[in-house]
């Protein structure tokens, strides 16, 4: 019923800049959260940053004064300005949110998941 649609990942070299993008489509009644995790080859799934619906954020501190998320709650997208990117930045980067759809009898809360991008830090 719902769903986030990631784009922008790529190659980059170390120090170098990406955006990424996501979308939320469906029959969405309102986003609560909304954020980034990201997965390196070995490792486990880590929050890199997350905004509240009120466009307030935080960050790991890896990638804190580094990378910007921002939203647009009209448009249920999220973005992940990545500046300074490092060789351990490398990993795929999925997009989170709790969605809220409106049922026959009342709403539901869906945590969804987007299918992940991959971006590559690397001379």
């Known amino acids: 019923q719902v769903q986030l649609v990631e784009s922008g990942g790529g190659l980059v070299q170390p120090g170098g800049s990406l955006t990424l993008s996501c979308a939320a489509s469906?029959?969405?009644?309102?986003?609560?959260?909304m954020g980034w995790h990201r997965q390196a080859p070995g490792k486990q799934r880590e929050l890199v940053a997350v905004i509240d619906s009120g466009g307030s954020p935080n960050y790991a501190d890896s990638v804190k004064g580094r990378f910007t998320i921002s939203r647009d709650n009209a448009k249920n997208t999220v973005w992940l300005q990545m500046n300074s990117l490092k060789s351990e930045d490398t990993a795929v980067y999925f997009c989170?949110?709790?969605?809220?759809?409106?049922?026959?009898?009342?709403?539901?809360?869906?945590?969804?998941w987007g299918q992940g991008t991959q971006v590559t830090v690397s001379s």
């Open positions: 989170n949110a709790m969605i809220h759809i409106a049922t026959i009898d009342g709403f539901e809360a869906h945590d969804t």
């Open positions: 469906g029959s969405i009644f309102s986003i609560n959260a």
